[in-house]
């Protein structure tokens, strides 16, 4: 089966950086794409960006458009997610996601189109 762990969370000052990561394993093709999002209590849960094993592309939410960055590697099936610019509204809940359907730019926010989710790593932005 399908397994994502996100790890890299932490506390990070206003303008700070932080790099998280989403470990895959179980993928029985290399065309998936891999979401992160964000989830604030009593809120929904909330698209950041998005990348496609196949070609690489990428996609971004308006809130982090600049200051985030998506990247892979796929010799190690590892999904990043470079923070940078850091501000107290950053402070969530993050989650990486995997689906196999084909390629949409829904995937950059929309949590129904994806099947696989990884346990969420905490972030905190102090001011």
């Known amino acids: 089966d399908v397994q994502l762990q996100a790890s890299g969370g932490g506390l990070a000052q206003a303008g700070g950086s932080l790099r998280l990561s989403c470990v895959a394993s179980g993928f029985t093709s290399d065309e998936y794409t891999i979401g992160w999002f964000r989830q604030v209590p009593g809120m929904l849960r909330e698209g950041i960006a998005c990348i496609t094993a196949r070609d690489g592309s990428t996609l971004y939410s308006d809130s982090v458009q600049g200051r985030f960055t998506i990247s892979s590697d796929n010799v190690k099936n590892i999904v990043y997610l470079e923070m940078n610019g850091l501000k107290p509204e950053d402070t969530a809940v993050y989650y990486c996601?995997?689906?196999?359907?084909?390629?949409?730019?829904?995937?950059?926010?929309?949590?129904?189109?994806?099947?696989?989710w990884g346990q969420g790593t905490q972030v905190t932005v102090s001011s």
């Open positions: 996601a995997a689906t196999n359907r084909p390629y949409s730019s829904a995937q950059a926010a929309d949590v129904s189109q994806y099947d696989y």
